[in-house]
């Protein structure tokens, strides 16, 4: 039996009369639902075949004694190309996950600050001359998914690296804003012209795609981090300036 979806909508004219209405947006949810389902099967479904191919350019790859040299640069070029592929698939299906989770069954309280600690470690052993930077201050605890919270974060770490410019500082915070808690990452990179940014988190979107390609990423880093932000209430704030850097917040409220 589908459930059905309505949304309240509220407008306001000049003259200070309010209307108010309820919208029947089922199609939509169960369009979008369908969609949602058809990527995570789909990519469910290629991971074998592509386990087998990567089996097999393995086995090869580890002798290639005898080869003439352009086979053995073939079998390179797609052992990297089925590379990138498992790194789509696996980040499909992470996407995937994060949008149908039912959220209140399975929040833990998060320790933000240990979090970021983990990360850091991580990151330390990536880029040691240029360890992540973190500023944390508060202590409390939030209700989320910790595993969530720190692929997104790391996401965004991973950018601040990445289009962050070589050797520039890289900072994470952690603090309470008003009603909100907000995590931060800045970088000091060249920074995202305007008109990109309220693309940015669209899924396989990216500001230079030749250049974008060669970083290595899926196109769906942002996607996931807003899906997070989403899924523990909040939202992803994006601030940028051409040849300044960037500056990532996630701001997630106050639960009471
Ligand atoms: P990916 O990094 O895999 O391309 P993302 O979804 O993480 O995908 O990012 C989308 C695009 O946004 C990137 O291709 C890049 O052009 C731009 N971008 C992301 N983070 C930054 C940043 N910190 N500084 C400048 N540009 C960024």
Redesign the pocket.
């Known amino acids: 039996e589908p459930k059905t979806h309505l949304m309240l909508v509220a407008t306001r004219f000049a003259e200070g009369d309010i209307l108010l209405f309820v919208r029947n947006v089922t199609d939509r949810v169960q369009n979008e639902n369908m969609r949602r389902d058809f990527v995570g099967n789909v990519s469910h479904e290629l991971r074998t075949p592509l386990t087998v191919i990567t089996g097999y350019l393995g086995t090869m790859l580890a002798d290639t004694s005898g080869l003439p040299p352009p086979y053995v640069r073939a079998l390179e070029q797609m052992d990297g190309q089925a590379s990138r592929m498992e790194n789509l698939l696996k980040d499909l299906l992470w996407l995937t996950r994060i949008e149908t989770t039912e959220r209140d069954a399975k929040d833990e309280q998060v320790d933000m600050g240990a979090l970021l600690a983990e990360l850091q470690d991580e990151m330390g052993n990536l880029h040691p001359d240029n360890p992540l930077q973190l500023q944390v201050e508060c202590q409390e605890r939030i209700p989320g998914d910790y595993r969530e919270l720190y692929s997104a974060v790391s ?2 770490v ?3 690296y ?3 410019g070589q050797g520039k500082p890289v900072i994470a915070s952690w603090r309470k804003q008003g009603e909100d808690y907000h995590l931060a ?1 800045r ?1 000091h ?4 012209d305007p008109v ?1 940014i309220p693309r ?2 669209e899924r396989f ?5 030749s ?3 060669m ?11 807003k899906h997070v932000a989403m899924a523990h209430g909040g939202r992803l704030n994006i601030e ?1 300036r051409a040849g300044q ?2 500056t ?1 917040t996630i701001i997630l409220p106050q639960r009471t």
């Open positions: 996401n965004l991973i950018n601040a990445k289009y962050g990452v970088d990179g060249r920074g995202i990109h940015l988190t979107y990216r500001v230079d795609d250049r974008s390609s970083t290595g990423g899926t196109g769906l880093g942002l996607a996931i981090v940028s850097g960037s990532f």
